[in-house]
C-alpha cells in the first residue's frame, strides 16, 4: 500500500450493498474510525462498476445478492477492466454457491456481516493491502473445495479446445483447427468436463469464464 493510502487520505472505500440501511451503518462505522474515507455508495453491481471507474477507490465492500446487479459478475468485470480496487465481500452469505464463485471471479476478502467490527476494519485495512482475508466459515469451505474434484487446472491443449467450444466451433472443426483427430477432441472435452465438474458443453463454457480461464 502506498504512503499516500496509508497516510492523511486513509484508505478509501466505495460501500455496495442494496439496502440502506446497511449501507448508512457502514459508512458511520467507517468515517468514525481513523484512517478511513467513503467516497460513494451503490446499491446493485452495475452501479458499483461504474462507480468504482469513476471514484478510484482502495477497497470495494461488495454485497452479493442484489436486484439490479449481483456481485459477482460485479467482481468479474471489475477484473476485466483491470480496476485495481480491491474487493472484499460482506454478505450474509457463505455457502459453497455464494462463496466460490465471488473468490473465482477476483475478490481480496470475504467477511460475513455479522463479523465483530475490529474484525471488518483489520480486513479492510489488510484487503487494501492485497492480502487474503477470509471468515474462518469461508475459509473452511474453500479448504474443502479445494480437495473435492472438478479444481484440477486445464492442460495448455484442454485450454485451447475450451477456447474453441466458447467460439461455438464444432469437434470436427476443433479437430481440423488443432490437427488432431476427432476422437481426441472427445477425449480432451471429456477430461476437461471432469476437471471442470461440468457435464456438457455450455457449463463448461460458464465455468471457464467464472474462473478465469477464459475472457482473460
Known amino acids: ?9 486513509g484508505i478509501t472505500l466505495l460501500v455496495v ?4 440501511v446497511v449501507r448508512d451503518g457502514l ?3 467507517f468515517e468514525a474510525a481513523p484512517g478511513f474515507r ?3 455508495e ?6 458499483a462498476v461504474a462507480l468504482a471507474a469513476e471514484l478510484d477507490p482502495d477497497v470495494v465492500l461488495m454485497d452479493l445478492r442484489m436486484p439490479g446487479g449481483g456481485g459477482v459478475p460485479a467482481i468479474a468485470e471489475l477484473t476485466r477492466r483491470g480496476i485495481r480496487a480491491k474487493v ?3 454478505t450474509t452469505y457463505d455457502t459453497d454457491s455464494d462463496t466460490l464463485p465471488a473468490i473465482e471471479a477476483g475478490a481480496t476478502g470475504y467477511l460475513l456481516k455479522d463479523a465483530p467490527r475490529d474484525e471488518l476494519l483489520a480486513g479492510v485495512r489488510a484487503a487494501a493491502e492485497g492480502r487474503t482475508v477470509l471468515s474462518p466459515a469461508v475459509a473452511s469451505r474453500l479448504v474443502s473445495a479445494v480437495r473435492a474434484p472438478g479444481n484440477e487446472p486445464l492442460s495448455a491443449r484442454e485450454r485451447e479446445v475450451l477456447a474453441l467450444v466458447a467460439r461455438g466451433t464444432s469437434n470436427r472443426e476443433i479437430a481440423r483447427e488443432l490437427f488432431i483427430s476427432e476422437a481426441t477432441v472427445k477425449t480432451h472435452l471429456t477430461h476437461l468436463y471432469a476437471k471442470l465438474g461440468v457435464n456438457d458443453r455450455a457449463a463448461a463454457v460458464a465455468a471457464g469464464y467464472r474462473r ?3 475472457g482473460g
Open 1 to 9: 500500500m502506498s504512503d499516500e493510502t496509508s497516510g492523511r487520505t
Open 17 to 20: 450493498d442494496d439496502h440502506p
Open 27 to 29: 459508512r458511520a462505522l
Open 38 to 40: 467513503v467516497l460513494g
Open 42 to 47: 451503490a446499491a446493485d453491481g452495475v452501479r
Open 88 to 90: 472484499m465481500v460482506l
Open 212 to 214: 478465469g480461464i477464459l
